[in-house]
């Protein structure tokens, strides 16, 4: 497949727990967000990867939440010891990167439950 | 700070009408984008339209058009002969440069058959 996939695809888990979220981005796109979109909200922006660095971490919530990209490809958003308000969907996006604002292209999201 | 509001949480159209969903936005930056996205059930992100903040003339995709007031800071999405597989979310963004994306709370809009 060309496009962004993420897993899980649902993640079920039980407060205290730590969770994994991955994502791929499409090959070659060198810019990577991770968004957090709650229950019938918009999207919330999380952190932005230009390659493996991360010049934008203001949207993480708390120090539970860190996340880390390798190789300029796949990224992953760790969440320890999650609470129960950390339940939403979990979108990535990735973008050629580059001069100017290119499209971001969306993965379909990691649902997130926790108990 | 840069904000996008939508005013609208909710819209309805007959098939085969016009629908107009509003969005307005405040920003700092002088070179920006501002994009509609759908959200179907599928949670799937799709771009529907975007408009660089430079151009004068209203951005086109088919069906899609928009109205965008740059002084006002309005960028309003119309919807011509509404489809059923156009019911969906529709969310407002503002991005500059290579940084994050700022959305609206969305719209949700239905599609009478």
């Known amino acids: 497949g060309a496009g962004v996939s993420q897993s899980p695809s649902n993640k079920v888990t039980e407060k205290g727990k730590d969770v994994e979220l991955r994502c791929d981005p499409i090959?070659?796109?060198?810019?990577l967000y991770w968004y957090r979109q709650r229950l019938g909200q918009g999207l919330e922006f999380l952190i932005y990867?230009?390659?493996?660095?991360?010049?934008?971490k203001s949207g993480l919530p708390s120090d539970r939440f860190s996340a880390e990209r390798t190789g300029e490809s796949v990224s992953t958003l760790t969440i320890q010891r999650t609470q129960q308000e950390d339940s939403a969907v979990y979108l990535c996006?990735?973008?050629?990167?580059?001069?100017?604002?290119?499209?971001?292209?969306f993965g379909p999201g990691t649902r997130l439950t926790v108990l | 700070a840069q904000t996008v509001t939508q005013s609208q949480p909710e819209m309805s159209v007959q098939e085969a009408e016009t629908v107009t969903l509003s969005c307005t936005y405040d920003?700092?930056?002088?070179?920006?984008?501002l994009f509609w996205y759908k959200q179907p059930p599928s949670r799937q992100m799709i771009l529907v339209i975007r408009q660089e903040a430079y151009k004068q003339q209203n951005a086109t995709e088919n069906r899609f058009s928009v109205n965008f007031q740059k002084a006002a800071k309005s960028f309003s999405l119309k919807i011509s002969d509404s489809q059923l597989g156009d019911a969906a979310m529709y969310f407002c963004a503002h991005g500059w440069g290579a940084q994050k994306l700022v959305f609206g709370q969305g719209t949700r809009l239905t599609i009478n058959p």
């Open positions: 996006a990735s973008s050629p990167g580059g001069s100017g604002h290119n499209e971001q292209f």
């Open positions: 990867f230009q390659g493996n660095s991360a010049p934008d």
């Open positions: 920003t700092s930056e002088s070179d920006y984008y």
């Open positions: 090959s070659g796109h060198t810019a």
